[in-house]
């Protein structure tokens, strides 16, 4: 694969960057991404929906009213969730500047709270919204505003969280997820982490204390004791050795490694502490020195960047609603991780069935399959996505010949070629082959789909 395409599925969701890359050069495009301010308006479905629990339970109720009611209920509630996994998926395929929401989408799977758990539309905008604000300002400062999230704290239970009845959830995965990782902290630990949010509950825009509720006894963190909050535990894990390194593991495995080595884990950790927890420098090295590296092949891709790229190189119209569903089939159902620790990424990203239904998309786009077809449209019926139907279209600028041909889409395509690939091409396209003929097209459609159905193509 041309190091530029490479690149743009690297730090993007598509190969629709490589020529971006390839004309600025890769710091430029790098640093234009993390400077830009792009802006996240609150949608229409967020602002006339729910704002807080209170208003979500007082819907709920109404629903109790009658049958009709509670089928109108069920049916917005899941409307609302299939519009948000929509608009994320189209913040992702639209956006001019994709690194960004990459970025945005790491952090809410390191910080995952889910629509299923959290319920309230609003609660969900904010979490996101506060992600996008801070996902390249300080990442202490990140940490402290997740665990004031109201989204986070109706996800893990922290409402139930109060003095002489503590709930430890929030606690726990601070320690183990958010922050220091498994292993770097002890069961007291966990427990005066938990004090110090005893009375954390939902607040109009963010979480806030509840005086009453509050634990205001002395506790023992980490070596340090006093009447701590949330706040001064926070910085207290800063302070530990073992914090920049579990961020930074997690990063090179979003963007570029499922296996990055300890070295590379040290490397970026330390970058990280030494930039004060300073996340756009951070990422800005993290970046630079791993795009320079040519070789590919060292992470599946996640089905979101599989689904974008398909959809983008056959210009295909995106239905959003479909690409969401389509995720959740692929065990990536935006905003609704299947457990606190999120999306695991690496072979569970390909496992037989995924892979199968990942052939099964592109059978149906270039092919057609009028029983596929109407099966998928019934399924979708409740979701009001509309009638799905693809028309692909292939554009190779050097199309001269079956070589040129093949060579531009495995340099757009695949990690690497083999002798394998190269037979089966040259099967398709004979030697000889007429790209002016009139079932031209359609014969490189076929070259297009061989490749993506490739266990080449799954991999970056």
């Not at 996240?40 to 109720?61: H, N, T, W, Y």
Request: proline content about 3%; overall charge neutral.
């Amino acid at each position: 694969m041309e190091i530029n395409h490479l690149n743009a599925l690297r730090l993007g969701f598509s190969t629709s960057e490589a020529e971006a890359i390839k004309t600025k050069g890769i710091s430029v495009y790098i640093a234009q991404q993390l400077n830009a301010k792009p802006i996240l308006p609150m949608p229409d479905f967020v602002s006339e929906g729910p704002r807080s629990l209170k208003d979500f339970q007082a819907l709920k109720k109404m629903a109790e009213q009658g049958e009709r009611e509670r089928e109108l209920f069920i049916k917005k509630t899941i409307q609302n969730s299939i519009e948000w996994k929509a608009l994320v998926v189209q913040r992702c395929y639209e956006s001019a500047f994709p690194l960004r929401e990459k970025i945005n989408l790491f952090f809410q799977n390191h910080f995952v709270c889910t629509l299923q758990s959290v319920n309230v539309p609003y609660w969900i905008f904010k979490h996101y919204e506060t992600i996008h604000a801070h996902a390249l300002g300080n990442y202490k400062t990140l940490v402290k505003e997740m665990v004031y999230s109201n989204a986070m704290i109706k996800y893990l239970d922290n409402q139930q969280n109060r003095k002489d009845k503590i709930n430890e959830n929030l606690g726990r995965e601070l320690l183990e997820l958010f922050t220091l990782g498994e292993g770097n902290y002890t069961e007291n630990d966990i427990k005066n982490a938990a004090l110090s949010l005893a009375g954390l509950s939902f607040g109009n825009e963010k979480g806030q204390y509840r005086p009453f509720l509050k634990d205001n006894s002395q506790k023992t963190f980490m070596g340090k004791t006093g009447n701590f909050t949330i706040d001064d535990v926070i910085d207290i894990i800063f302070e530990q050795k073992n914090t920049p390194y579990l961020i930074a593991e997690k990063a090179l495995k979003w963007f570029f490694y499922d296996n990055p080595s300890k070295e590379l884990v040290a490397k970026y950790g330390a970058i990280l502490k030494n930039n004060q927890f300073e996340l756009q420098p951070f990422f800005n090295q993290l970046f630079t020195d791993e795009c320079a590296k040519s070789s590919g092949g060292n992470q599946i891709k996640n089905p979101l960047v599989y689904l974008i790229q398909v959809f983008k190189d056959l210009q295909i119209q995106p239905n959003y609603k479909f690409m969401a569903f389509f995720l959740k089939n692929q065990s990536m159902d935006i905003y609704d991780q299947p457990n606190v620790k999120g999306w695991k990424g690496g072979q569970n990203w390909l496992t037989s069935q995924i892979y199968a239904d990942r052939n099964q998309l592109i059978d149906f786009i270039i092919s057609g399959n009028k029983k596929y077809e109407k099966i998928l449209n019934k399924r979708l019926e409740k979701f009001n996505v509309g009638t799905i139907s693809f028309t692909p279209n292939l554009t190779i600028h050097d199309r001269k010949n079956a070589q040129s041909i093949c060579t531009a889409l495995t340099n757009r395509m695949v990690f690497e070629s083999n002798e394998e690939i190269q037979a089966a091409l040259s099967q398709i396209l004979n030697y000889d082959f007429d790209p002016t003929a009139e079932n031209a097209d359609k014969s490189i459609l076929s070259v297009y789909q061989y490749l993506a159905k490739s266990p080449e193509f799954q991999l970056i």
